[in-house]
């Protein structure tokens, strides 16, 4: 990545990460800001 | 007053609002200002798609803090705008859009490329206008600059048909422009911020809930200053990123569905909430009937229609967030406040910050996406300006990627449109030149809009873009995998291209 940015090229990077993976913390939709899910 | 042709008068136009850059792509229905534009000094950057063209207006005005500029032909190179336009102005960003139309004497015949943009676009600008004479045209600039940059900033269109930019009149420049009814007045009423003064004063439990109004005001600084005054947490939408540095002490985090969960307890928990320059979106807010219950909220905001609209307030500043928090400051440090009580208060953010920190899960082979934004963020200069697409792309940056001044971090927050970090990042960086700009994206977004790619290298436009790469449209797919019984349809992106193999020219590369 740093040497990406320092080469100023225009520059693709491609990380796999897993498809299975989510975004916590999440307040599931329609409940209220407390109810804060961390994992799945 | 000067004989001109429409076109003519439409540049210097331009020019006398100082544009620099615009962004578009070409068609019938403007090639006389096309023409004109050969040989002048504004920067024509060549889109691969009008959408990309108007993201691209977009980024550099997010940027720049200017008016970003684009234009498109008549017909589909409209249409094609609009997703950008609307963009733009849920964001409350200053663009202003040109589209050629057919001439005056075919408009309403079906003729070729012709559509009616003014209907289509009237609910997604702030103000839009056909031109109907070229004499018309220094007029229509001038306010559709105007209109974009004052108040709340939004986006305006303006239609030029094809004779008003070929006829020629005698035209003038008028210095500045009135309109009746639309009198933006930045100035807050004394009386509204004694009595936010009075509320805060009061404040065991404060909270500082920051959007993009404040980024737009030029305001971190004065509201850094009354939260250290205040001792209060400062949570910030997706909008307000960078209003305050993220390693500062008092930063919670993003509040919302995906806020952090010191974030989302504290404004759940504070007594008095001062939000400023913020919608209180349903993604900020989640459930209304469980917002933030015990508090008295105070509303900062340039725009009265906002007050009331999604919470209720127990008061209001109307006016520009810089004047605003610079009167509320002065007022607090003149009463000489002690605010040692409030460590009981402070404790809490680091408590909730412990309590709802989602476990770190190893690598499994693939890295996890926060430790991907940590290591970009540590690879990249603190002033490094960052763009993300939508999706979990976009809050794993927001959640992860920390930012370190206003102006950095740059999300389709409103919208929410996938394709706009990698084309706003091109306009980032015609914006600032002198530094990195890197798009975080997923493979789904980055897909949208890669065509973009072809701009980058011929314009000299170097961005880098890192896509998380899982193979799905991850967001969704999370919403099926927790609330839909793991029924995954319409996600697997398994035969997207090689982004890798992706290069237009030599100047460009993979990694």
Same mark, same amino acid.
């Given at each position: 990545?740093?040497?990406?940015?320092?080469?100023?090229?225009?520059?693709?990077?491609?990380?796999?990460?897993?498809?299975?993976?989510?975004?916590?913390?999440?307040?599931?939709?329609?409940?209220?800001?407390?109810?804060?899910?961390?994992?799945? | 007053?000067?004989?001109?042709?429409?076109?003519?008068?439409?540049?210097?136009?331009?020019?006398?609002?100082?544009?620099?850059?615009?962004?578009?792509?070409?068609?019938?229905?403007?090639?006389?200002?096309?023409?004109?534009?050969?040989?002048?000094?504004?920067?024509?950057?060549?889109?691969?798609?009008?959408?990309?063209?108007?993201?691209?207006?977009?980024?550099y005005a997010r940027?720049?803090?200017?008016?970003?500029?684009?234009?498109?032909?008549?017909?589909?190179?409209?249409?094609?705008?609009?997703? *950008?336009?609307?963009? &733009?102005?849920?964001? @409350?960003?200053? /663009? !202003?859009?040109?589209?050629?139309?057919?001439?005056?004497? =075919?408009?309403?015949?079906?003729?070729?490329?012709?559509?009616?943009?003014?209907?289509?676009?009237?609910?997604?600008?702030?103000?839009?206008?056909?031109?109907?004479?070229?004499?018309?045209?220094?007029?229509?600039?001038?306010?559709?600059?105007?209109?974009?940059?004052?108040?709340?900033?939004?986006?305006?269109?303006?239609?030029?048909?094809?004779?008003?930019?070929?006829?020629?009149?005698?035209?003038?420049?008028?210095?500045?422009?009135?309109?009746?009814?639309?009198?933006?007045?930045?100035?807050?009423?004394?009386?509204?911020?004694?009595?936010?003064?009075?509320?805060?004063?009061?404040?065991?439990?404060?909270?500082?809930?920051?959007? *993009?109004?404040?980024? &737009?005001?030029?305001? @971190?600084?004065? /509201? !850094?200053?009354?939260?250290?005054?205040?001792?209060?947490? =400062?949570?910030?939408?997706?909008?307000?990123?960078?209003?305050?540095?993220?390693?500062?002490?008092?930063?919670?985090?993003?509040?919302?569905?995906?806020?952090?969960?010191?974030?989302?307890?504290?404004?759940?928990?504070?007594?008095?909430?001062?939000?400023?320059?913020?919608?209180?979106?349903?993604?900020?807010?989640?459930?209304?009937?469980?917002?933030?219950?015990?508090?008295?909220?105070?509303?900062?905001?340039?725009?009265?229609?906002?007050?009331?609209?999604?919470?209720?307030?127990?008061?209001?500043?109307?006016?520009?967030?810089?004047?605003?928090?610079?009167?509320?400051?002065?007022?607090?440090?003149?009463?000489?406040?002690?605010?040692?009580?409030?460590?009981?208060?402070?404790?809490?953010?680091?408590?909730?910050?412990?309590?709802?920190?989602?476990?770190?899960?190893?690598?499994?082979?693939?890295?996890?996406?926060?430790?991907?934004?940590?290591?970009?963020?540590?690879?990249?200069?603190?002033?490094?300006?960052?763009?993300?697409?939508?999706?979990?792309?976009?809050?794993?940056?927001?959640?992860?990627?920390?930012?370190?001044?206003?102006?950095?971090?740059?999300?389709?927050?409103?919208?929410?449109t996938m394709g706009?970090?990698?084309?706003?990042?091109?306009?980032?960086?015609?914006?600032?030149?002198?530094?990195?700009?890197?798009?975080?994206?997923?493979?789904?977004?980055?897909?949208?809009?890669?065509?973009?790619?072809?701009?980058?290298?011929?314009?000299?436009?170097?961005?880098?873009?890192?896509?998380?790469?899982?193979?799905?449209?991850?967001?969704?797919?999370?919403?099926?995998r927790l609330f839909?019984?793991?029924?995954?349809?319409?996600?697997?992106?398994?035969?997207?291209?090689?982004?890798?193999?992706?290069?237009?020219?030599?100047?460009?590369?993979?990694?």
């Amino acid at each position: 990545m740093k040497d990406a940015v320092d080469a100023e090229v225009t520059t693709v990077i491609d990380v796999s990460i897993d498809p299975e993976e989510n975004v916590f913390p999440m307040v599931p939709p329609g409940k209220g800001l407390r109810n804060i899910l961390v994992e799945a | 007053m000067v004989e001109m042709s429409g076109a003519e008068a439409f540049v210097k136009a331009l020019e006398l609002e100082g544009v620099e850059t615009l962004f578009g792509v070409t068609g019938g229905a403007v090639l006389p200002i096309c023409d004109e534009l050969y040989g002048s000094d504004v920067r024509f950057v060549m889109a691969r798609h009008e959408q990309g063209a108007a993201h691209m207006a977009d980024g550099y005005a997010r940027a720049s803090g200017r008016v970003g500029v684009c234009m498109a032909t008549s017909g589909p190179g409209a249409t094609n705008l609009v997703t *950008g336009i609307a963009t &733009a102005n849920i964001d @409350s960003v200053p /663009l !202003v859009a040109f589209t050629g139309q057919v001439p005056l004497s =075919v408009v309403g015949t079906d003729a070729f490329q012709e559509v009616d943009i003014i209907g289509i676009s009237a609910s997604a600008t702030k103000y839009n206008m056909q031109v109907r004479r070229p004499s018309e045209i220094p007029y229509a600039v001038k306010s559709a600059f105007h209109i974009a940059s004052t108040g709340r900033h939004g986006a305006v269109l303006v239609d030029l048909p094809k004779d008003t930019q070929i006829d020629s009149e005698e035209v003038e420049f008028p210095e500045k422009v009135n309109f009746r009814g639309y009198n933006p007045n930045p100035f807050p009423d004394p009386r509204e911020m004694d009595w936010a003064v009075t509320l805060l004063s009061k404040a065991r439990r404060p909270v500082i809930m920051a959007g *993009g109004g404040v980024v &737009a005001a030029d305001a @971190s600084g004065e /509201l !850094v200053r009354l939260a250290e005054l205040l001792m209060a947490p =400062v949570t910030t939408t997706l909008m307000g990123k960078g209003v305050i540095p993220s390693d500062h002490p008092l930063f919670a985090g993003l509040c919302g569905m995906h806020g952090t969960g010191e974030a989302n307890m504290l404004v759940s928990e504070s007594d008095v909430l001062l939000v400023v320059g913020a919608r209180m979106s349903d993604r900020t807010t989640a459930r209304l009937e469980e917002f933030s219950p015990g508090s008295k909220v105070i509303h900062v905001d340039i725009d009265k229609s906002e007050i009331d609209k999604n919470v209720e307030t127990v008061t209001r500043v109307v006016g520009d967030a810089k004047l605003a928090l610079g009167g509320i400051f002065d007022r607090m440090s003149a009463m000489r406040l002690d605010r040692q009580t409030n460590g009981v208060w402070l404790k809490k953010l680091q408590e909730f910050r412990r309590q709802y920190a989602p476990p770190e899960l190893p690598g499994n082979p693939h890295m996890r996406a926060p430790e991907v934004m940590r290591a970009l963020r540590r690879a990249l200069p603190r002033d490094a300006l960052a763009t993300t697409e939508v999706g979990q792309n976009q809050m794993w940056a927001a959640l992860y990627f920390d930012a370190y001044a206003p102006r950095t971090f740059f999300s389709s927050g409103g919208l929410g449109t996938m394709g706009w970090g990698f084309p706003a990042a091109i306009g980032a960086k015609a914006a600032r030149p002198d530094l990195p700009v890197v798009d975080i994206a997923g493979d789904g977004s980055f897909c949208m809009t890669e065509n973009n790619l072809a701009t980058c290298v011929e314009e000299e436009l170097p961005v880098v873009v890192v896509v998380l790469n899982n193979r799905v449209l991850g967001m969704v797919a999370q919403w099926q995998r927790l609330f839909y019984g793991r029924r995954h349809i319409a996600v697997d992106l398994g035969n997207s291209p090689d982004f890798v193999g992706l290069r237009p020219s030599k100047t460009s590369r993979g990694q």
